[in-house]
């Protein structure tokens, strides 16, 4: 069974290269409104509709209009704008999939709270503003 998979997520050429060789054998169809930014919100986009899978930042409502889109993944952790309840009941009833790469972030995210709490509790940053100003010791 041959899936299409839509994309709007702009990559590096070697990740691109990966995506390609990870999908052969599938159609694999990328949005003319691509974007790096997981901020971005997807535009409408005609060949979403022809889509099985998104996978990137889909605009919203256009993911709930199209009654063969089955899974949507975005590369981001946040979900915001896909947050709804019309979202939500929308997808189950047509027994539909959403799932976001919140994982990916979860061990860089711990590592950066507990080095940012570090930093305050050694008062990093106002020893190096010091350092930069007067270099005396306080």
Same mark, same amino acid.
């Given at each position: 069974m041959s899936l299409t998979i839509w994309t709007n997520a702009k990559f590096s050429d070697d990740i691109t290269k990966m995506l390609i060789d990870g999908t052969r054998g599938h159609q694999l169809v990328f949005s003319a409104h691509?974007?790096?930014s997981?901020?971005? $919100?997807?535009k409408n986009d005609p060949d979403l509709a022809k889509a099985d899978i998104a996978f990137g930042?889909?605009?919203a409502a256009q993911c709930l209009a199209s009654q063969k889109l089955k899974w949507v993944e975005v590369t981001s952790a946040?979900?915001?704008r896909y947050d709804t309840l019309e979202f939500r009941e929308g997808f189950r009833s047509r027994g539909a999939m959403f799932s976001n790469v919140s994982?990916?972030? $979860?061990?860089p995210c711990a590592q950066h709270v507990l080095a940012m709490m570090l930093a305050f509790g050694r008062r990093l940053l106002p020893s190096y503003r010091d350092q930069?100003?007067?270099r005396s010791w306080h």
């Open positions: 691509a974007s790096a997981v901020l971005d $919100a997807g930042q889909p605009d946040g979900y915001t994982e990916v972030f $979860a061990d930069l100003q007067d």
